[in-house]
């Protein structure tokens, strides 16, 4: 395994929390909302799991607890070694972000003016909620004692939705007056 993948990563990640059931794995994705910010799944933990294994990057141990065979995965120093060289450079690299409004505002001028300044009046109106949610989860996080690296990834779209809003606002008031 030449360089992990960034839901392989997100999966390293938890495990070097605690070795973790792949079914105790989806209840921590789901409670940390991790499928709004990450690339995993379900079906995908169950695959990487397999995969990192094979790679040498998680240890299984099984268990058999009720009569059934449990699997209790853990990050191998490989795989430690191999998620903090892809952590470091996740945290060098800025990605480009590919916003589907570009193709409607590309295109724009195949409106009527009219409809634009509605339209984006609107794409505004849920940019505030979305901002509204995401006060709210962090108010929620701080309440638990969320840690603070983690909590500046749940509010970090904020900083982008108001950079968002600025952007609209530009944009509306460089449009023509009428239709």
């Excluded at 392989?8 to 605690?18: D, P, T």
């Excluded at 499928?35 to 995993?40: A, D």
């Excluded at 191999?82 to 450079?89: I, R, S």
């Excluded at 339209?119 to 509204?132: C, F, Q, S």
Aim: aromatic share 8%; charged share 30%.
């Amino acid at each position: 395994m030449t360089e992990l993948s960034n839901a392989e990563s997100a999966l390293l990640g938890l495990l070097s929390e605690q070795p973790m059931y792949p079914y105790q794995i989806e209840q921590e994705v789901k409670f940390r909302d991790m499928r709004s910010w990450t690339e995993l799944s379900m079906s995908s933990i169950y695959k990487l799991l397999t995969k990192l294994e094979k790679a040498g990057m998680v240890n299984r141990r099984d268990e058999i607890a009720e009569n059934r065979l449990r699997k209790l995965y853990s990050i191998s120093d490989a795989g430690r070694e191999a998620l903090q060289a892809k952590l470091t450079a996740l945290l060098r690299e800025p990605e480009h972000i590919r916003w589907q409004v570009d193709i409607a505002t590309y295109n724009c001028d195949l409106l009527p003016v009219a409809t634009v300044r509605e339209a984006l009046t609107e794409y505004r109106k849920k940019l505030e909620e979305n901002i509204k949610c995401y006060e709210e989860l962090r108010t929620f996080m701080q309440g638990i004692g969320c840690p603070a690296n983690r909590l500046s990834v749940a509010i970090r779209p904020v900083y982008l939705l108001k950079g968002e809003i600025e952007w609209v606002d530009a944009f509306l008031a460089g449009l023509p007056e009428g239709d």
